[in-house]
């Protein structure tokens, strides 16, 4: 979606605002951090897209045969397999590099958009956050703690994330007002 919004001027978009929770900065580095970190971030992966490719073979057996692909059960090779047979990209880095939002990509974003992340983060590498663009529309607010896409104060009842994403939607009117963390867990940047 920041990519999306990035553009939404010359593609004529009307969007209102953005908002991303962990969003993936840059692809390479993510499907790195999936495939040193705890195997079963991986495994997770691999297993949910290969659901959704079942599916989009099913709707389109005479298009898509993803059998050689799901025997591979390694996420860099299955996405190589992927962009080799069934896109215009020369390679896989061309590939991950055309989803990236690092370096430039966001520069001309004018949609006011939210970035919400954590540090700790085991699946997207923090170290992206420093190669982003920073336009005026852009706020980014990092938390020391969160995993991906956690950010859990309790077990039970709304988070700190669906709390502050109403927040930011304008949703606040018709619910309590966003909580923060505690001061020294927040950091927001403009």
């Known amino acids: 979606m920041l990519r999306v919004a990035a553009e939404a001027r010359a593609a004529r978009l009307d969007l209102a605002r953005v908002v991303a929770v962990s969003p993936v900065l840059d692809p390479a580095a993510t499907l ?24 989009k073979q099913a709707a389109w057996p005479d298009v898509y045969d993803f059998s050689r692909l799901a025997r591979m059960r390694d996420l860099k090779r299955m996405t190589a397999e992927l962009v080799r047979c069934y896109t215009d990209f020369p390679t896989l880095d061309h590939y991950l590099n055309g989803y990236a939002i690092t370096g430039e990509r966001l ?18 590498p923090a170290e992206g956050l420093a190669q982003l663009a920073r336009p005026a529309a852009l706020s980014v607010t990092v938390t020391p703690y969160g995993g991906h896409c956690g950010f859990f104060e309790q077990l039970r009842g709304p988070t700190w994330l669906e709390r502050r994403i109403l927040g930011l939607l304008g949703a606040a009117a018709a619910a309590p007002a966003p909580a923060s963390p505690p001061e020294e867990h927040l950091r927001e940047t403009t």
């Not at 999936?34 to 599916?55: D, H, T």
């Not at 001309?108 to 997207?124: E, F, H, K, N």
């Open 32 to 55: 790195t951090a999936l495939q040193r970190g705890v195997p079963a971030y991986e495994w997770y992966f691999v297993r949910k897209w290969l659901r959704s490719l079942r599916k």
């Open 107 to 124: 520069a001309q974003l004018d949609v006011p958009a939210s970035i919400l992340t954590s540090l700790d983060d085991p699946i997207i």
